[in-house]
């Protein structure tokens, strides 16, 4: 009986034991239904516009100009009032749509009324008001999209020369049109009234040359203007040992302050300046008496800049002075940059030359200023990482010819060749995936942007085009910046062309195209086209006595 007992006890307690597991399982279960309940949210299942997957992080563009996006629902979608809640918009500007439905009115098919505009970004947006029968929630939904290039000419073709001599001619309209009534000196850019440039200014006295050998203007309109310039510059200019500020007031010749302490002399724009008064005195003919009496004070103005003053007794040049701040601003130059032509010419001058110490160890750094580095394929002698922007390689070289430099630490054809060539290869690869890059649409330099203004290279890529960098690069990279010359004229122009040749800059990825022209923009393009062209500049500055003097003290082959 006792062992019965036993085993009718074990019994019980294995029934009561499995009741127990039956109830807790049924909690369970009770209680998964209660935290995770079936769900009544309205959902994309997958989107695409044109067969593109819409619903990524990716950056969607060569969208073409017809679309049709197709939106799958997890569920029947309520059709009244959907033309309230699907949105596709340019710039807050809406653009007529149409919608269909299919699937049991769970898949929307949404198309343009009419044709979407090139290069531009479209935002394509479903409201979160959207439901289903049963009032499902949906979160909404928004994206937005590029289109593609219109390839099409949007102007009649030319000839390459002719289009070249037309981009110089307009070019050149900023730099004669639009120079200060005056002085004649250059505005900073189109929308400055009295605030000129001497850099830019430096620029616009070599583009009369070529004006003159252009037939844009005759030799006696030159002269006029040369004449009213260099007795604006002799006479009312504000110098500071000789130097130039980097502004003037076109009308009163007073230096407007660039920052808060740059009131003084700028001695890199200075160069800029100095390059152009010797490669125009060159162009002079010094047996006519009006053209001998521009030399005399072309020489008297180049003569007084006190280059070596700007040292400190140091061996190496020092950017800005101010008669309120002295040096201060405690800008050393040194390279590898766009400041050459400043110790050329202070190397130059015939009454205030600086020894050749100060240029190899002041701006050279003895060779700290080598870089050696591939990229993209392309070894750079010089300079930073992938070159930095590309006016380094225009600047200087407006008139210094760099077909045949060389010096100690470089060959200055290969250095500009090799820089404009990375440019090229950086901006083709796009590694940050930007809208309007390609092998025909290249290069990055300091210009306009959609935030303000910065100094664009492949290692501060803002998604800015800059016409000027590849177009002034013709004489390094020839066949690719004749293709950029083409594609930014013919399938851009409607865009970038205007009174004064190609806009400053456009960032299709920003929906942001320039209307502006900066002059040290606008320069190189008139100046290195024609050193492709002719070599005009190169040959006139280089044929410059002091120059060839400057270039042999600091040991360079020409």
Known sequence: MKHSTIIKGKRNFLVIISLLI??????????????????????????????????????????????????????????????????????????????????????????????????????????KEITAPNDYD???????????LDSTD?????????????????????????????????????????????????????AIPVGIERGFITREEGIHRLTKILSFLEYKADRFHGAWPHWLNGSTGEVIPFSDKDNGGDLVETAYMAQGLLTV???LNPSDPVEDTLITKINRLWEDIEWDWYTQGEDVLYWHWSPNYGFEMD?????????????????????????????????????????????????????????????????????????NLEGQYANYWIQNTRHAQINHAYCKDNPKNWVGYSDMSWGLTASDNHEGYSAHSPTNDLGVITPTAAVSSIPYTPEKSMKAIKHFYYHLGDRLWGPYGFHDAFNVTENWWADSYLAIDQGPIILMIE?????????????????????????FIY
């Not at 949906?138 to 593609?148: A, E, I, V």
């Open 22 to 127: 039956i109830t807790m399982m049924g909690a369970c279960k009770t209680g998964q239904k209660e935290d995770h309940p079936q769900s009544t949210d309205l959902k994309i299942q997958s989107i695409t516009i044109n067969k593109k997957n819409l619903d990524t992080r990716e950056r969607i563009n060569n969208i073409d100009f017809q679309i049709e996006l197709v939106v799958h629902f997890n569920n029947t979608i309520q059709k009244e009032g959907m033309e309230n809640h699907v949105h596709l918009s340019r710039a807050n500007k809406t653009v007529p749509i149409t919608l269909s439905y299919r699937d049991h009115d769970s898949t929307l098919l949404v198309s343009n009324n009419q044709p979407l505009d090139y290069y531009r970004k479209y935002i394509f947006k479903l409201d």
């Open 154 to 206: 949007k102007f009649p073709r030319l000839t390459e020369e002719e289009l070249l001599t037309k981009i110089q001619q307009q070019t050149f309209k900023y730099f004669w049109e639009h120079a200060h009534p005056e002085s004649g000196l250059i505005r900073e850019r189109v929308s400055s009234d009295k605030t000129v440039t001497s850099g830019g200014s430096g620029f616009g006295l070599m």
């Open 331 to 403: 800008m050393p130059v040194r390279g590898y940059n766009e400041t050459l032509i400043t110790y050329v010419m202070a190397a130059s001058s015939p009454t205030h030359s600086i020894d050749a110490s100060v240029y190899h160890e002041g701006f050279a750094q003895e060779g700290a200023m080598q870089n050696g580095s591939k990229y993209y394929g392309y070894t750079l002698p010089l300079g930073p990482d992938y070159g930095g922007p590309l006016f380094f390689a225009h600047y200087s070289y407006l008139g210094l010819d760099p077909r």
């Open 281 to 283: 005195r060159e162009y």
């Open 531 to 555: 050193n492709y062209r002719s070599g005009l500049l190169w040959d006139l500055f280089m044929s410059a006595p002091e120059v060839q003097n400057g270039l042999d003290k600091l040991g």
């Open 138 to 148: 949906f979160g909404g939904f928004r994206k937005s999209f590029y289109t593609r």
